[in-house]
């Protein structure tokens, strides 16, 4: 079994700064990418929202509202994922989701998701 801790929610102000981290553990043979989701307040009835993703080669993928101002990272070595971001804004506020997709040490296909970690922004 594989599970997804993150941290680094919490409140902060506009234009202020924060990092969510996320680590894996558990029987995980390969990660082919993690990456983060967030869900808005009011929201929660609808599939979360890609935020970053990084694959297994470093790739980087954005959503355009966080684009230029959030870097999403990895340490292969502890299965943690990493996402800086900056120059928050109100509209950032919203629980944010870790996913893992790999394999296990069984083979089997993995698509795991923490259990999420909220990040409030204010005006």
């Known amino acids: 079994q594989v599970h997804l801790v993150e941290s680094g929610g919490g409140l902060v102000q506009a234009g202020g700064s924060l990092t969510l981290s996320c680590a894996a553990s558990?029987?995980?043979?390969?990660?082919?990418?993690m990456g983060w989701y967030r869900q808005a307040p009011g929201k929660e009835r609808e599939l979360g929202e890609l935020?970053?993703?990084?694959?297994?080669?470093?790739?980087?993928t954005y959503h355009n509202s966080v684009k230029g101002r959030s870097t999403i990272s990895r340490d292969n070595a502890k299965n943690t994922v990493y996402l800086q971001m900056n120059s928050l804004k109100p509209e950032d506020t919203a629980v944010y989701y870790c996913?893992?997709?790999?394999?296990?040490?069984w083979g089997l296909g993995l698509d795991a998701w923490g259990p999420g970690t909220r990040v409030t922004v204010s005006s």
């Open positions: 935020v970053a993703t990084i694959s297994d080669g470093g790739t980087t």
């Open positions: 558990g029987s995980v043979s390969a990660i082919k990418a």
């Open positions: 996913r893992l997709e790999g394999t296990t040490g």
